[in-house]
């Protein structure tokens, strides 16, 4: 297994520039979410999904648009990007809370985003 | 809302000496509880969690943590602390009564001197 693969992992954005940051897991997790890392902020989630049409909003949702058209894809979207948008991104993916799988969290390895 | 507070934003210790990294979560419930630690550049590696039981976790590396239900903390340690354990580490809670993700503290940097 792959595990959690994000794709790009830089990437250099002038502002007002729209891109996707790819998500991807092959561990047939339901659960996938996006967290923005800066520093001395921690981890905060962007959006979140319980499973395939299902999205919903985290802490910093605003600027980012997600879909989730498959088990295994959670692009998230940045329609016009913002200097406040520079920040390292994390993918993650689990079972289901009900699940007896349950037992983390899987992390992707990040994408340094910068925004000029 | 639930929250993680750790209180200390940067920790040095000597090299040898023993660890402790604080986490408070603010929860009526308990959650599943996690360390994670990142070193610098890296994404984020599990140490241990809690869900039950035992509330002495033992984790990779030589780190434990142990969960306090009256404290509602869940403080991570280490006996003898190594050069390569400088890194950021993170307390995360998990909410089991609903949908949402893992909620993470602000982190709380170790430095390690010789």
């Known amino acids: 297994n792959a595990g959690v693969t994000q794709t790009p992992k830089f990437q250099v954005l002038k502002t007002g520039q729209s891109m996707t940051l790819q998500c991807a897991q092959d561990?047939?997790?339901?659960?996938m979410s996006w967290y923005r890392q800066d520093p001395g902020m921690g981890l905060r989630l962007i959006h979140y999904s319980v499973g395939a049409g299902i999205t919903d909003q985290g802490e910093v949702p605003n600027g980012y648009n997600v879909s989730r058209s498959t088990t295994e894809d959670f692009p998230l979207r940045l329609l016009s990007a913002a200097p406040s948008q520079t920040s390292v991104y994390f993918c993650?993916?689990?079972?289901?809370?009900?699940?007896?799988?349950?037992?983390?969290?899987?992390f992707g390895p990040g994408t340094r985003l910068t925004v000029l | 809302a639930q929250s993680v507070t750790q209180p200390d934003i940067h920790i040095t210790v000597s090299e040898g000496a023993s660890l402790e990294l604080r986490c408070n979560y603010s929860y009526g419930a308990t959650p599943y509880l996690f360390w994670y630690v990142q070193s610098p550049g890296q994404g984020l590696q599990l140490l241990l969690k809690y869900f039950s039981g035992d509330t002495l976790v033992q984790g990779i590396k030589g780190f434990e943590a142990e969960f306090k239900r009256s404290q509602s903390s869940f403080n991570l340690r280490k006996p003898s602390v190594h050069w390569s354990d400088a890194a950021e580490y993170f307390c995360?809670?998990?909410?089991?009564?609903?949908?949402?993700?893992?909620?993470f503290g602000k982190g709380t940097r170790l430095s390690v001197i010789a």
């Open positions: 995360a809670v998990d909410d089991l009564s609903g949908n949402t993700p893992l909620v």
């Open positions: 561990m047939n997790h339901e659960y």
């Open positions: 993650a993916s689990s079972y289901s809370k009900r699940d007896s799988s349950y037992n983390e969290q899987f």
